[in-house]
């Protein structure tokens, strides 16, 4: 079985697009393309189907798109650690974050690294989604935590946290109750350039969910600037609920169906480096941090 055309399924089924999947490996759409109606013929089943609203597993690939995802990650692993023993490795991880990354998130990162079979030492740097991309791909850092808005198909991802979203609506209601995400849709929302992701992720959240987005017509510089507009009663916010300032108040938790709607960062590496084992144990440390914070 062409292995190619399990890590195109796996691109396609990530960014739901056969042409940004085709993007991220520097392919052409048809040899995407082409790639996986092989694969659907080996495999006997068709895994995807396209519409208007885009591209969406079929009953048959929403079953085996998983297998796909655990063998590429099975696989995967056996090169790391082959990369791992060939390769003698640095004593440092270079980890890009992004500026929505929280304070306690880095922590359990030094703490991670330490705790690695040989401890590591991490050497950090902040700056925007572009950047932050553009050096992984480069090998200017090892790993990057961001916000999970955008796939990287190419690169190997885990979710590490997740954060609830509260609204900062000054205008509506005064009491702190949450709020529905369609109740939500009446506001009109500031933006920032999307240099941290939250642009994407609440352009996507209304999206995904059918509702219209309503935007303010000036935009915040950053996120921290956002907080301080929302509340100053310029137009509504959303925001990671550690990224408001819960002393002025005027927060709601943001719910759909009663349900928290939660915002979720990534850990995104390259699978071909030296250090691809000691990164897989690194990632897995940081998410059973995170696993065992949701349980106390």
């Not at 696989?75 to 929280?102: F, K, N, Q, W, Y």
């Not at 979203?165 to 009109?188: C, K, Q």
């Not at 219209?212 to 137009?235: C, F, H, I, K």
Request: aromatic share 6%; proline share 7%.
């Amino acid at each position: 079985m062409n292995i190619e055309g399990l890590r195109y399924a796996r691109a396609v089924s990530a960014t739901k697009s056969f042409s940004a999947a085709a993007r991220a490996y520097g392919v052409t759409q048809p040899a995407l393309s082409n790639g996986i109606a092989r694969l659907e013929r080996e495999l006997g089943v068709t895994l995807f189907e396209r519409s208007p609203r885009g591209v969406t597993p079929t009953p048959d690939g929403a079953r085996i798109l998983p297998m796909i995802d655990q063998a590429l990650d099975a696989l995967d692993s056996v090169v790391a650690e082959a990369h791992r023993l060939a390769h003698p490795t640095a004593d440092t991880i270079r980890m890009g974050v992004s500026p929505l990354i929280g304070a306690d998130l880095v922590a359990r990162a030094f703490d991670a690294a330490r705790n690695l079979a040989r401890p590591r030492d991490l050497v950090l740097r902040e700056a925007d989604l572009t950047h932050l991309r553009d050096d992984l791909r480069a090998g200017e850092l090892d790993i990057v935590l961001v916000p999970a808005v955008q796939a990287m198909p190419t690169f190997r991802r885990r979710v590490i946290s997740r954060e609830p979203v509260v609204v900062i609506d000054p205008a509506g209601s005064r009491t702190e109750s949450p709020v529905e995400l369609h109740a939500a849709a009446d506001a009109a929302y500031i933006l920032v350039p999307d240099s941290c992701g939250l642009t994407t992720f609440t352009t996507e959240l209304f999206r995904s969910h059918d509702l219209a987005l309503r935007t303010y017509p000036g935009e915040a510089s950053n996120y921290r600037v956002l907080d301080e507009w929302a509340r100053m009663g310029v137009g509504a916010a959303l925001l990671p609920q550690s990224k408001t300032t819960p002393e002025h108040g005027g927060s709601r938790p943001l719910v759909r169906a009663g349900a928290p709607v939660e915002i979720a960062y990534e850990a995104v590496w390259d699978n071909g480096t030296p250090l691809a084992a000691d990164l897989e144990h690194f990632v897995a440390t940081l998410a059973q941090y995170a696993d065992e914070g949701m349980g106390d």
